[in-house]
């Protein structure tokens, strides 16, 4: 090792969560939407794929680092233990050392949950009481725990690919202190103030019509432009937020299947996540208009975290 080098970081998924706490998460992503774009250089990430098996590629620079994201996929639930696995590989920008290697299944949920807890608390109503969960993975449960630092939620409605996986994932819920039901869509759908969709479906899981005015939904699942958690009714009675207006177009389906169909056009993405932290942009939505948040993710997500990972791992900086 050369001489002034330092020993890089390798965290495991537990170690990862041991340093991310949520609402500090959530505070530092906030910070990161606010940042001046030209803070987090984040080319468009490449989507690789075989067949059904396939693996996201996703790198970033800041101002301090430069850092990439690979994550492995197998489509389609059942197909093996588990759909998705993640690595993080960070180093520093003026040396070229490594300073982070880890797992980063954790950090990808955790993060992921946080940017949901932000448009959730950018457009979501302040006495929405009920939130509703579509699946019943470790994505859904920490968008359970994020959004409840938010919102004060009293109970959650758990919709899962059978009822038995709801059942359980309901009493998981329950033994946390919050009130916990294991229920259809339609009900999922419909008695619900904000909603989560956190699955591997590739076809909408609810009709938009069943859905209340104001109701708030953060589509989070899909992230290929065939496939759709939301239906086209959804899409067109909304208000639509995205996280990257060049991602959504491209590789949401739940925004490229409707402009195919004639149902919206790009005009109907009213903001990006930046633009409404920062106040470039307002959302009111008002009378049965809901609000929608497609989230595909951001590089720059990613490095937020893992910055908050340094910055919490001692003698790291």
């Known amino acids: 090792m050369q001489s002034g080098s330092r020993v890089p970081q390798i965290l495991t998924n537990e170690q990862v969560r041991e340093r991310l706490e949520r609402p500090n998460l959530i505070a530092a992503m906030s910070r990161g939407f606010a940042a001046p774009r030209e803070e987090y250089n984040t080319p468009p990430r ?16 800041s101002s301090r680092f430069t850092a990439v994201k690979v994550s492995t996929w197998i489509h389609g639930a059942g197909r093996a233990p588990r759909v998705m696995y993640a690595h993080y590989s960070m180093f520093e920008l003026a040396t070229g050392q490594p300073v982070l290697f880890c797992e980063a299944d954790v950090l990808t949920e955790m993060r992921t949950a946080a940017v949901s807890a932000i448009a959730t608390d950018k457009l979501a109503r302040h006495d929405a009481k009920v939130l509703g969960v579509f699946g019943t993975g470790r994505l859904a449960l920490e968008h359970v725990y994020a959004l409840g630092c938010v919102r004060p939620f009293e109970q959650v409605l758990i919709c899962g690919s059978t009822m038995d996986k709801s059942k359980r994932f309901a009493e998981v819920i329950a033994s946390s202190g919050l009130e916990a039901k294991a229920v259809g869509r339609d009900e999922c759908a419909s008695g619900s103030d904000v909603i989560c969709t956190c699955t591997t479906s590739a076809l909408p899981l609810f009709d938009g019509r069943l859905l209340r005015g104001r109701t708030h939904v953060n589509a989070v699942g899909a992230f290929h432009a065939t496939d759709r958690e939301l239906d086209s009714e959804t899409v067109r009675r909304s208000s639509l937020i995205v996280d990257s207006r060049e991602g959504a177009l491209t590789e949401a389906g739940e925004i490229v299947l409707p402009m195919r169909e ?52 001692p003698g790291a900086n």
Request: aromatic residues 2%; glycine residues 8%.
């Open 262 to 313: 004639g149902v919206i056009s790009e005009k109907h993405i009213v903001a990006d996540l930046a633009e409404l932290v920062r106040g470039e942009a307002m959302v009111r939505p008002s009378g049965e208009m809901i609000t929608v948040f497609k989230s595909l993710g951001l590089a720059m997500e990613d490095m937020v975290a893992a910055e908050l990972i340094l910055e919490n791992t």
């Open 46 to 61: 490449w989507n690789l794929a075989r067949e059904r098996h396939g693996a996201l590629v996703m790198p970033c620079q």
